[in-house]
């Protein structure tokens, strides 16, 4: 009897997990090692990565292959590339390799058979949960996957995935920013251009994300990178209003933080108000992770309320 009600609690567990079950939860649930073991030899359990056991007799399925990688994976796992935007819907019905992207520094070691890679960034903002499976999310899978598609292929799913109200120009270039260095940023970023002709102007991840940032906020529109010649001198600002001379320069630390940058932009500023244009300066690091106060410093200089 008390093997009979350990047996239905498994299955209880194991069908919320596509037949699946790991050694822990068999463990959280009061079930031994030594019964798992016993009922893997009894045929009624099969071993499918170490520590994860499937219910025999249900059918075997990608979704069941996908997860069974996320629960045999090391801790905070999702699953990635391919396989994420095959759970997203964005390769049709097709097969794909599981693959795992895992944050680094957590605990698991490696499972044969299972491709797991390691990155710096993975926050929660960038997971979500598709039919049980915890994967990263799609704005983030495009990010990932410009480092292997060709551009025109990036480019399909970025405007299927927009379409299909999956995801926005602007979550890709704001993700694509706080990850920072990643390949295939060049080729994601002609891609994001390909979806506003402006934006092909543009000569940072953080200067796409300005601009959507503004239209999405449906306010008054600046010119990218605009040049104005001043005293004989050509000068461009990042973000420029024409109507009401005002720019806006969003300033990387890479190039504006050290004392001869912060010097010379200085300088330049007042060249272009001594020519009457009156600019103001965001961090790119509040551009790319503050949507919401980077909209008020623009209302605030441009006076438009909120």
Request: hydrophobic residues 45%; positive net charge; charged residues 25%.
């Amino acid at each position: 009897m008390a093997n009979r009600t350990a047996w239905q609690r498994l299955v209880r567990i194991a069908r919320r997990q596509h037949g699946l079950i790991t050694a822990a939860q068999a463990e959280e649930a009061g079930i031994a090692y030594s019964t798992l073991s016993r009922w893997t030899s009894a045929g009624r359990l099969k071993r499918w990565y170490p520590g994860v056991y499937a219910l025999e007799g249900m059918p075997d399925s990608w979704h069941r292959r996908a997860k069974a990688g996320t629960l045999a994976g090391p801790a905070g796992a999702v699953l990635g590339g391919m396989a994420a935007a095959r759970l997203h819907g964005l390769l049709g019905s097709g097969s794909a390799e599981v693959e795992l992207l895992a944050p680094r520094g957590t605990r698991g070691e490696r499972v044969p058979k299972l491709r797991i890679r390691r990155t710096r960034t993975l926050p929660v903002e960038h997971r979500v949960e598709v039919e049980g499976i915890p994967v990263a999310c799609v704005a983030r899978t495009i990010v990932e996957l410009a480092a292997v598609l060709p551009e025109e292929e990036l480019q399909r799913l970025l405007l299927e995935a927009w379409r299909r109200g999956l995801v926005t120009p602007l979550k890709v270039a704001t993700i694509l920013g706080e990850i920072g260095r990643v390949r295939g940023a060049s080729t994601l970023r002609r891609v994001l251009a390909g979806c506003d002709p402006v934006l092909a102007r543009a000569r940072s991840v953080a200067e796409i994300v300005a601009y959507l940032t503004i239209r999405d906020a449906e306010l008054p529109l600046p010119v990218i990178n605009h040049r104005v010649e001043v005293a004989g001198r050509c000068f461009e600002i990042d973000l420029a209003w024409l109507d009401l001379l005002r720019g806006l320069e969003i300033d990387g630390e890479r190039y504006h933080s050290i004392a001869p940058d912060v010097e010379a932009d200085a300088a330049r500023q007042a060249e272009l108000e001594a020519a009457g244009w009156r600019l103001d300066r965001a961090p790119a690091r509040l551009v790319l992770t503050d949507a919401r106060a980077f909209l008020a410093q623009v209302r605030g200089f441009l006076e438009v309320s909120p």
